[in-house]
């Protein structure tokens, strides 16, 4: 079970253990401690197997793993890996977070300033547009999609950065091979 330890600069679990941070990049949100608070109440208020889990048994340690070479996920995105006591598979979940440091960090000079750059509107509206699929298109498609615990809007004026808490599949999906099943004329077809 998750515990608050103050203004420690170690988060510890009710077992003592330590959160295990990437070791190549800072977590690009301000305070790992109460980020963490925030994921766990998000998960609280909308996630039944974290309910369950978390109200049975006691957390070992939490990884936090920065995605930078994952597919599809830009430069801030985490994977929070919760392990239980006493559990084998442990609870994962995705943590995007979008602010001005993200992009600072990864696509320009020290001295620039982020805010004059042409390319930084596109991936607040890129942002935008991912919230609001998942709030107002996701729950009327009939296709498989990752669950949305929380989201909020990148907004630049009250300082808010950018955050999505969403389910991670990666645990439970499969790569398939696209060419399984195909004919020898459709085969014929794949450029090689």
Sequence with gaps: MYHDHGSSNLFTCTTTSKVILPCDRPLNVKDVQNTLKFLFDSLDKKEERWQKMNSTWDI????????????????SAYRVIVKFHAIDKPYCVLLKVRNSEVFKANETKANDSIESQHFFMPFIQLHEREVQFYNEIAPWVSI???????????????????????????????KQDVYNGLTAEQLGYVPA
């Design 60 to 75: 070992d340690n939490i990884q936090i793993t920065h995605l930078e070479h994952e597919y599809g996920l830009l430069p």
């Design 144 to 174: 498989p999609i990752p669950m949305v615990y929380y989201s909020q809007i990148w907004d630049m004026t009250s300082n808010k950065e950018g955050i999505i808490v969403q389910e991670d599949l990666v645990r439970e999906a499969v």
